[in-house]
């Protein structure tokens, strides 16, 4: 099969499980009764209450669940996701508000989470059996163990609490000044980013001194993942007789190891490392909550508690999709690579 | 792979390497199964991780099973509502009181853990059992019934594994209303996929054997063939995955628990315990540390049993995966 029809098979495949992600969704916040749900609607405070039965029938929250889908599913093709009580704005407006901060976390904590779990994972394939080998596992055991919530809460006791350095939130009292001052001017959203492409290195500094925890937070509770992952595929490398041939000539340990067995033992890492992604994005509920950074995670929970129902269906669509484009591409990076792998 | 099946039901099939295996079929002992099970088991129990992840893991089945007699609750008819000592906002240090000290309103630290003991095994437990039934009902009807039915089941496995499951859980937990019974239900609606690929795969490999086909030939029902054949062969699999799954059940509750989903203020659920002590992280001006305690024990506590766990179904998968053992 050539690659394009694979693609297309991908994307009408990829297609059909988002429809069945929204309907899940749908149906879920159907649950919630008509009453609690109208609240999406109301944007202003000053409502009587019997105003309210009205606003059921004109938005006709008790309509049968298929008519009702299908009304969702037409606005958001119009781009209209409804309102979210928690962003006080409507539902896309909130995400470009909140969405540039959790990617700049996902940004600075992906590729050192990578590089740590290929790092690590290398060692203890090599030292296979000794004792650098059972610390390695060991850590990584503990590592994806830990509740990410007490983590984050222990380092802030100790950074924050005790030591008094690196507070919870995304930037000082005196950086937000200046973020929020008219001569700033937000081209990405990203602190880091605007701050040197505004040339003021002080917020750059101040909005990396916030990222600090939140990404060793990250790093000791998701490098276990790709940690095992490359101790394995590289334990399977170094088993290959092409190892050994090269070894037995002679060649350099370190290039051996390094060069020709890492280079193979990397492949699988690269799918890991696609879903490290997504489940990053996923898993920001929590690490956000805990350090207050106000990104779509932070917003999800705040969504969830208030029953905000617009801002729940939109970011559980939001990861579904990201995981399934994700998916798509780390298949086709994979396909692309490995000459082994058959489209089919 | 062996067979299990009784010597009436399998014709002499081709399959030379089977004879000695369907002869040897005396109950128990002599069993090729049995043998390799034996065979794993002592591997299993060899391994210094292993033993690590099991005395955690019976500690805490002591703690839930002798927790009316290690706590005795001051009101049995509700024996997860932790007792307290006064109102006073800010948690009390250790004391003879409260050998662990207090969570914030008094609530007594070491209760809540010997009775969270129960709350996290029931949840953990629950959940997975439930998964597994779901698992291998609808893995081994779709692996081994193939074509429309197949289809079917394992596109709603796609569509169930494309779901973030936290985000979604949370979603769903308000929905049916906070709790930990949602929770329960909640974990058990989106947990099952894992399973479900498991059983397939192993199912899709036993159902083209040749004493599968053997049986078949010989009249068996598909019923029969699927519970006295393919069932006992793939079932280990899906055990092993369970044991794994426990611990990380009980973490993403926790979590869900953290975010304020779980029970109320009080109720003895580690991560509750957890989520109450979030305002504590910094002490009194005198001592920052004051309060290390609240934030300390309750979350150590979740994370020494998903280690227990974890450290077990590490070993297991080891031992039993064919790609690693015997090496």
């Known amino acids: 099969m050539s690659m394009l029809n694979y693609v297309i098979r991908r994307l009408l495949f990829m297609i059909l499980v988002l429809f069945g992600v929204s309907i899940l969704v749908f149906g879920v916040m159907m649950l919630i009764p008509p009453g609690m749900r109208v609240s999406a609607y109301i944007t202003h405070e000053r409502i009587r209450p019997d105003q309210i039965d009205s606003m059921i029938e004109l938005y006709g929250l008790r309509d049968p669940f298929p008519i009702q889908y299908v009304r969702w599913l037409g606005n958001i093709f119009r781009g209209d996701f409804g309102f979210s009580v928690t962003a006080e704005s409507p539902v896309l407006e909130g995400f470009k508000l909140y969405f540039p901060t959790t990617l700049e976390l996902v940004l600075y904590s992906a590729p050192l989470v990578i590089l740590v779990g290929i790092w690590f994972g290398t060692v203890s394939a090599i030292h296979k059996d000794k004792p650098v080998d059972h610390g390695i596992r060991l850590f990584a055991i503990i590592g ?25 939130g995304t930037l000082s009292n005196e950086g937000k000044d200046v973020v929020y001052s008219p001569e700033w001017i937000a081209i990405t959203g990203l602190l880091t980013v605007d701050g ?22 990250l790093i000791i509770l998701s490098s276990a993942l790709i940690m095992r992952l490359m101790r394995s595929t590289m334990l399977e490398a170094l088993g290959q007789d092409y190892i050994r041939t090269a070894l037995a000539k002679g060649a350099d340990r370190k290039t051996v190891y390094y060069k020709h067995a890492r280079r193979n033992g990397l492949l699988p890492v690269v799918t890991i490392s696609g879903i490290l992604f997504a489940g990053l994005l996923a898993g920001m509920v929590i690490t956000e909550t805990i350090f207050t950074r106000k990104g779509i995670g932070w917003w999800m929970a705040r969504a969830a508690l208030q029953l905000d129902v617009p801002a729940i269906m939109f970011n559980v669509l939001f990861l579904g999709t990201v995981f399934v484009v994700v998916n798509l591409i780390v298949d086709l990076i994979y396909a692309a690579i490995d000459p082994r792998i058959r489209l089919g | 792979m062996s067979s299990d099946s009784k010597p009436t039901l399998q014709p002499a099939s081709g399959d030379e390497d089977r004879v000695p295996e369907s002869t040897a079929e005396k109950p128990q002992a002599g069993h090729p199964r049995w043998k390799d099970l034996g065979f794993s088991l002592k591997r299993l129990l060899k391994n210094p991780l292993t033993i690590i992840g099991l005395t955690i893991i019976l500690f805490f089945v002591f703690l839930a099973i002798f927790a009316p007699i290690l706590a005795p609750p001051p009101r049995p008819t509700d024996p997860f509502l932790m007792p307290h000592k006064g109102w006073k906002i800010a948690p009390s240090p250790p004391s003879k009181d409260a050998p662990l000290g207090t969570l914030p309103s008094q609530y007594d630290i070491l209760y809540g853990v010997i009775w969270g003991a129960r709350s996290a095994f029931k949840i953990g437990v629950l959940v997975v059992m439930a998964n597994m039934v779901m698992g291998i009902i609808l893995g081994s009807l779709a692996g081994y019934f193939g074509g429309l039915i197949d289809e079917i089941i394992m596109r709603i496995t796609d569509i169930f594994y494309a779901i973030p499951l936290l985000v979604m859980g949370m979603a769903m937990v308000v929905a049916l209303g906070r709790g930990l019974t949602s929770i329960t239900i909640v974990l058990i609606i989106l947990g099952w996929p894992t399973y479900t690929r498991v059983i397939r795969s192993e199912v899709l490999v036993i159902r083209d054997m040749d004493y599968i086909q053997a049986a078949r030939a010989s009249g068996s029902s598909h019923l029969r063939i699927l519970l006295k054949h393919v069932l006992p062969n793939s079932i280990f699999s899906v055990i092993i995955v369970g044991s794994m799954r426990i611990g990380i059940t009980v973490l993403i509750a926790a979590a869900l628990s953290f975010l304020g989903l779980g029970s109320d203020a009080g109720y003895a659920d580690w991560g509750q315990m957890v989520s109450t002590c979030r305002n504590w992280i910094v002490g009194p001006a005198d001592n920052r540390l004051g309060y290390w305690y609240v934030v300390f024990i309750p979350g150590f506590v979740i994370a020494l049993f998903v280690l227990g766990w974890n450290l077990l179904g590490d070993a297991i998968r080891d031992v039993f995966d064919p790609k690693m053992r015997r090496r």
């Open chain 1, 196 to 217: 040197i492409l505004n040339w003021r290195w002080d917020i750059v500094w101040d909005a990396l001194y916030h990222l600090i925890l939140p990404t060793i937070n």
């Open chain 1, 144 to 168: 994806y163990s830990l509740p990410t919530f007490w983590l984050g809460l222990l380092l802030l006791m100790v950074f924050y609490g005790y030591l008094g350095v690196f507070p919870p």
